[in-house]
């Protein structure tokens, strides 16, 4: 028994690993925008490509490995996701071009869905009962101190300049991890039963359309001048992602394998909820993007000092996530709403000070709502994953679980797109510091209003449901996937 137990929490180290590593990669990079452009002379929208480039990929692949995962076996399809996963980050860390670097980021994005879509499946298989809401309670808070402390992490890198590596070892640092959690998913993981399922291997069509409209959304928002001239491939995506899921209601009707289980799209909780969770996640990426160019290239400040003033921020949201079980059970949905507009307002009134940023040394009087943003952050992401599937019926509920961190993903994508379009557009050919502060300030309030749609958009969310709170158990983000 003791053994058995021992096994078990090695293969939940392992998909620790593999979060932590999925997780930092989001956020980490952001720090080093400005030092990769310099190196790599890249322009304002191609340093946005590198982060969006791997949000996208991922976000368009992860339904397709999930499907590879039950096909070929969650154990061989981890540990080659992971392999391809760390290979790919050392074509990151080595690409001679900016342009190199973004297509690398591509094959990093679609090598960490593999990865990641597994992680909670693998989890789920191993665990039950109470051991199991243990192992998520320290997946999610892994997961999400992970993101939170990816600026920091990148900042610390950058600063230490290991064997002269420089930005490059913000890519490295996931080969030493991807080797561990590859030894240690190998010895304990079970290997399980790749089996073909009912109605076929894959739905390349369901593919094709969901990617291709995807992609026709995000790419205009950051090669467009306008926005009228983003307006027809805007379009042309809608209308593929309505042929999507036109094309996934034919397939569930005639018994078929569908990537997407658009059934659940009819409780409102869900759409709800799906809908603030893509504006938080997306807001949560621009904001750390803007600030890093802002800090980095506008005002000539280091990254360790990006690191430092995303600390009151990921303090904020570490204490909000734990106490938002609390909070849920006795305030259910509308702790999602207050959480939201704490983090409109407080953005708002970043904005409104952001001259504080170019004053000497750290911004003592941002502080506040810098935490404010945080605590807000903390305050819709945890409850809000058991708000979203309290309403979704048991058979639908890994549907559900895995279009969530998808539309985190699409929502990240789109966020880091929108608010780099805007930011680079607004800087004239020749900008200074004040130009660079007077773009952050334009993006800080877009921010907010967005905050205030999901605000809007929390307040429909179902009440009352109580049991929902014993659900609450991860803190900062959803697992990635369940079977």
């Known amino acids: 028994m003791t053994r058995r137990r021992s096994g078990s929490w090695m293969t939940l180290c392992a998909c620790l690993l593999a979060v932590t590593m999925q997780m930092i990669d989001v956020t980490a990079v952001t720090v080093a925008l400005p030092t990769i452009a310099l190196d790599l002379d890249g322009t304002g929208a191609q340093q946005v490509w590198v982060p969006a480039a791997y949000l996208l990929a991922f976000?368009?692949?992860?339904?397709?490995?999930?499907?590879?995962?039950?096909?070929?076996?969650?154990?061989?399809?981890?540990?080659?996701?992971?392999?391809?996963?760390?290979?790919?980050?050392?074509?990151c860390a080595y690409a001679p071009t900016i342009e190199l670097l973004i297509l690398c980021r591509v094959l990093q994005g679609i090598a960490g869905a593999a990865m990641s879509a597994q992680t909670v499946a693998i989890v789920t298989a191993t665990y039950s009962g109470a051991r199991r809401t243990t192992a998520f309670a320290l997946y999610g808070g892994t997961a999400g101190l992970a993101g939170l402390a990816g600026p920091a992490v990148g900042a610390v890198l950058l600063h230490l300049d290991i064997l002269g590596t420089g930005?490059?070892?913000?890519?490295?640092?996931?080969?030493?991890?991807?080797?561990?959690?590859?030894?240690?998913?190998r010895r304990y993981v079970s290997a399980g039963s790749g089996h073909v399922l009912?109605?076929?291997l894959f739905d390349?069509?369901?593919?094709?359309?969901?990617?291709?409209?995807?992609?026709?959304?995000?790419?205009?928002?950051?090669?467009?001048?306008?926005?009228?001239?983003?307006?027809?491939?805007?379009?042309?995506?809608?209308?593929?992602?309505?042929?999507f899921a036109m094309w996934e209601r034919r397939r569930s009707a005639a018994g078929a394998h569908v990537m997407v289980d658009t059934r659940i799209f009819v409780e409102r909780g869900f759409t709800c909820g799906c809908v603030?969770?893509?504006?938080?996640?997306?807001?949560?990426?621009?904001?750390?993007?803007?600030?890093?160019?802002?800090?980095?290239?506008?005002?000539?400040?280091?990254?360790?000092?990006?690191?430092?003033?995303?600390?009151?921020f990921a303090l904020g949201a570490v204490v909000a996530s734990l106490a938002a079980p609390i909070a849920f059970h006795r305030w259910d949905s509308r702790v999602v709403a207050v959480g939201a507009a704490t983090m409109g307002a407080a953005l708002f009134v970043l904005g409104a000070a952001v001259d504080h940023f170019d004053r000497p040394g750290f911004p003592w009087p941002m502080t506040i709502p810098l935490v404010l943003v945080g605590v807000g952050l903390g305050s819709v992401i945890a409850p809000l994953q058991s708000t979203i599937v309290a309403g979704v019926s048991p058979d639908a509920i890994g549907s559900a679980s895995g279009i969530l961190p998808t539309v985190q993903q699409v929502g990240s994508a789109v966020g880091t797109a929108a608010a780099g379009a805007v930011y680079f557009a607004m800087l004239p050919a020749l900008p200074v510091a004040s130009d660079h502060l007077a773009s952050q300030q334009n993006v800080l309030f877009g921010l907010a209003a967005t905050m205030a749609v999901a605000t809007a958009v929390a307040m429909a969310l179902p009440r009352g449901d109580r049991a929902a709170a014993e659900c609450v158990r991860e803190p900062l983000t959803a697992p990635q996937r369940s079977p």
């Not at 039950?70 to 540990?79: D, P």
Request: aromatic fraction near 8%.
């Open 167 to 185: 930005w490059r070892a913000i890519f490295l640092i996931n080969v030493p991890i991807s080797v561990a959690a590859i030894v240690l998913a």
């Open 198 to 200: 009912s109605g076929g």
């Open 204 to 243: 390349p069509i369901g593919v094709a359309l969901w990617s291709i409209g995807a992609v026709s959304i995000v790419y205009p928002i950051m090669t467009s001048a306008s926005a009228m001239a983003a307006v027809p491939a805007f379009g042309i995506g809608l209308v593929l992602l309505a042929v």
């Open 59 to 91: 976000a368009c692949a992860l339904l397709t490995m999930a499907r590879a995962g039950e096909v070929f076996g969650r154990r061989n399809t981890f540990v080659v996701g992971t392999a391809m996963f760390a290979s790919t980050s050392v074509l």
């Open 276 to 312: 603030v969770s893509a504006l938080v996640y997306g807001t949560f990426t621009a904001f750390v993007l803007t600030m890093s160019v802002t800090l980095q290239t506008g005002l000539g400040d280091s990254a360790s000092t990006v690191g430092v003033i995303t600390i009151p």
